[in-house]
């Protein structure tokens, strides 16, 4: 009996060590995640647009993470196996059930004899639970990057201008008063180049027409409302994704569960995200191959449920606020009496008194800024206070009128 127990000792104690190597990776992930994500940061983008980007990626980066270290280190599958079975043979068929799919059929019904109609049952997801949501964080991080990148080409670095805006809140008076000159200076040499009032070099056609769309003066808000767009369409697609690759029917999911509880009843997670399963293996002994059907527990199916309804309930939420800030954004960037009117309440909070000049101010909005000048400077006040905007557009103004 010593020489049997001794090598299971061991490999015990490797596996220790194995899981606390996963617990230890696991918890230094998790806590970078925390740390990187929910601090309030210096963006170029809006607030809603971070929900998405940063939250949403964060959340679902959390639920991978945590996924991966219960399949590591947790028990992900049980099965219930006869008894003449050694520890090695239990083993070898919790591994085999667990990579191999198995199915469900409740305890009020039979199991079916044809194997077909087994595999019509099959749960196929509970493995690749971890590389879905980190599917689904890559898509709520693609339209980031289509700005980031669209946004390289530009003459103007938004982030650059949010820092020194942010940077100028916490100075002292003199020196606020020096950043906000610099800011409005790189705004104004910026409106130069892209209305070619300087030279320029001559490139390609290529390039010709590449600077032609950048310094379009829509370009920034063309861009910008495209990204509102593709984060509304990721929110939506993500149900159908989900649904097909669960194939559970996970678009009703958060009204089942929502029915069930204003009803008093018990959720349907067993249907769902079972917990009890089966699995039928073949076995060969000697000149013999045996079918086996064990019952299995899927303990992960516990977490799964709790996380794609937090995941349904996000969605929900990602779709209602995306799709009204995008109408938002088109209604406001598109309408010229709203550009005009944000414009105009900055400058006379400086000299109401005498400002009379609408339709210099409207030149100022129109032709001057044009709309892409108005959303860089909604994005710094966006991101940093009214105060640096107020300053900030009294500059530009007076260097307007100088010309």
Known sequence: ???????????????????????????????????????????????????????????????????????V?????KCWCPAELRRFQVEYVDSYCWVSNTYYVPFQGSIPQNPIDREQEEIPYYQWVPIILIFQTFFFFFPRWIWKTCCYYSDIKIKELVNKADQAMYSAPNVQSHIIKNLAHTVDRWIEIRDFKTSRVKSSIVKEKLNNIVNSGNYFTVLFLFVGVLYSVNSILQFYFLDAVLKNDFRTMGIDFISKVLKNEEGNSMVRFPRITFCDLLIRQMANVQRWTVQCSLPINLFNEKIFLIIWFMLIIGCAVNILYMIYNIYSFFISAWRYEHIKKYLM?????????????????EKYLKTDGVLVIWLLGHNSSDIIVMELIQELWTKYRRI
């Not at 806590?31 to 940061?41: L, M, Y």
């Not at 971070?50 to 990626?57: L, M």
């Not at 280190?73 to 599958?77: C, L, P």
């Not at 909070?349 to 909005?365: A, D, S, T, Y």
């Open 73 to 77: 280190v947790g028990v992900s599958i």
């Open 1 to 71: 009996m010593s020489d049997d127990s001794e090598p299971d000792t061991e490999e015990e104690e490797e596996e220790e060590k194995h899981h606390k190597a996963a617990w230890l990776i696991g918890a230094e992930l998790f806590r970078r995640i925390v740390v990187n994500s929910f601090k309030i940061p210096v963006t170029d983008d809006s607030r809603i647009y971070q929900i998405n980007c940063r939250y949403f990626v964060a959340i679902l980066a959390i639920f991978a993470v945590g996924t991966s270290i219960r399949h």
């Open 349 to 365: 909070l400086n000299h109401p008194e005498n400002f009379r000049e609408n339709n210099q101010c409207r030149k100022f909005v």
